[in-house]
């Protein structure tokens, strides 16, 4: 069992693997549990309001998140989680994003949006 720490929890997602659990929260921070270690990796802050979808990418390389600030990033999640992350701007909105997803092969992903759209995107990592 894990116990969250920090604000409301607004989405949660674990990578393929099964070792990862990544959550968005109302407060603006993501964060990275190791779950077969029970423990927090790392809090932080990649965007300045509610992020509402987190989502690994195929191979668990990316996390993909989408917030209340219009923008989707992505972190790159390739070196020590336990240091700085490396995050990137790769998409935005109008409005609020909603929910974003990874294509299940490459890294092409869908976003929506509280302003009636939804977007096909190409990460080239």
């Known amino acids: 069992m894990f116990f969250l720490l920090?604000?409301?929890v607004a989405s949660v997602a674990v990578d393929p693997s099964g070792r990862l659990l990544a959550t968005?929260?109302?407060?603006?921070?993501c964060m990275l549990y190791d779950i077969r270690g029970g423990r927090m990796v790392q809090s932080y802050h990649p965007h300045s309001s509610d992020v509402?979808?987190?989502r690994f990418s195929p191979g668990a390389h990316y996390l993909l998140t989408g917030s209340y600030d219009m923008?989707?990033?992505v972190t790159d999640l390739q070196g020590?989680?336990?240091k700085q992350l490396p995050i990137m701007v790769i998409g935005e909105h109008k409005d609020k994003v909603i929910q974003?997803?990874?294509h299940t092969q490459d890294l092409s992903f869908l976003s929506s949006s509280a302003d009636r759209t939804v977007t096909?995107?190409?990460y080239n990592g």
């Open 6 to 8: 920090g604000s409301a």
């Open 24 to 29: 968005g929260q109302e407060d603006s921070s």
């Open 52 to 54: 509402r979808s987190v």
């Open 71 to 73: 923008k989707i990033k």
């Open 80 to 82: 020590d989680l336990t």
């Open 100 to 102: 974003c997803r990874w």
């Open 120 to 122: 096909l995107w190409t």
